[in-house]
């Protein structure tokens, strides 16, 4: 289990690219470009407004269906991975646009 204080910035980073890929209408499974997740990424923080909207949604959507929840924000998940491992290059420009 990770503590609080073991948290950083890659932690924090993973959990909120993870949850608007989760938000983003990016297909499950689909194989994806640069472009194409960064535009998920700035796309669903325009309509959701900001992180916290972000996870409100991801909340909602697994009260109301959890295993279809879970098994979005696992494929999500992946896809934050290999953002961040450099795997997928995320382009940043224009997320607060």
Request: aromatic share 6%; net charge negative; charged share 25%.
């Amino acid at each position: 289990m990770i503590a609080v204080r073991d948290l950083d910035e890659s932690h924090l980073a993973l959990a909120c690219i993870t949850d608007a890929v989760f938000c983003s209408d990016l297909e499950a499974g689909a194989v994806l470009t640069r472009s194409q997740v960064g535009r998920a990424v700035s796309g669903a923080l325009r309509a959701h407004r900001d992180w916290n909207g972000l996870t409100r949604v991801v909340r909602a959507a697994f009260a109301e269906a959890p295993e279809e929840a879970a098994s979005r924000e696992r494929w999500c998940r992946q896809v934050a991975e290999a953002v961040l491992s450099g795997d997928i290059a995320l382009n940043c420009d224009g997320f607060f646009d």
